[in-house]
């Protein structure tokens, strides 16, 4: 922006770095004749950017760091996934891909950092299939049962949490 202020104003509004450019805008006859301003178009612009920047982001993770009593299992991660990605979490066993998806999903508390969804993806929505708990150990379960149990979430029913952990 040539002008500071209308910067920092943006840069306000948006969350933005302020960067300080010069400008320039496609203006419509219609546009023109309806005396359209300067301002009126960098707030068209801006509401533009917001509708398409909410949009294209599922998924965000920033520094997101769990532990289990004193010892850290997932260590500051950060990483966006936006509309259209395919992710694969991919580690060694014990490497603590499953806590991560149970940190995303709400089921483990996060010591810091933060985990935001786009505005049409809703944690509560979302399911979590372990691959195996001491319950499961213990007895068989159906097919049925446990696709059901991957719903649970929706309810606020945490099943596959241990307590030790």
Do not use: W
Request: glycine fraction near 6%.
């Amino acid at each position: 922006m040539t002008d500071p202020k209308i910067s920092r104003s943006i840069s306000e509004e948006t969350g933005a770095e302020m960067l300080l450019f010069h400008s320039c805008h496609n203006l419509s006859k219609a546009d023109f004749e309806s005396g359209a301003t300067y301002l009126s178009l960098m707030k068209q612009n801006v509401e533009n950017l917001k509708k398409d920047l909410n949009n294209y982001m599922i998924l965000s993770c920033r520094d997101v760091t769990v532990a289990y009593d004193s010892k850290i299992a997932v260590d500051h991660v950060s990483f966006e996934v936006n509309e259209g990605e395919y992710v694969c979490i991919v580690g060694e066993n014990g490497s603590e891909k499953s806590t991560l998806l149970k940190s995303i999903l709400g089921l483990v508390p996060l010591k810091c950092g933060s985990v935001s969804f786009g505005p049409e993806v809703h944690r509560k929505r979302l399911g979590y299939l372990p691959q195996q708990t001491n319950i499961q150990k213990d007895f068989p379960a159906s097919v049925y049962e446990v696709v059901l149990s991957g719903c649970l979430n929706r309810r606020g029913l945490k099943p596959f949490l241990q307590q030790s952990r």
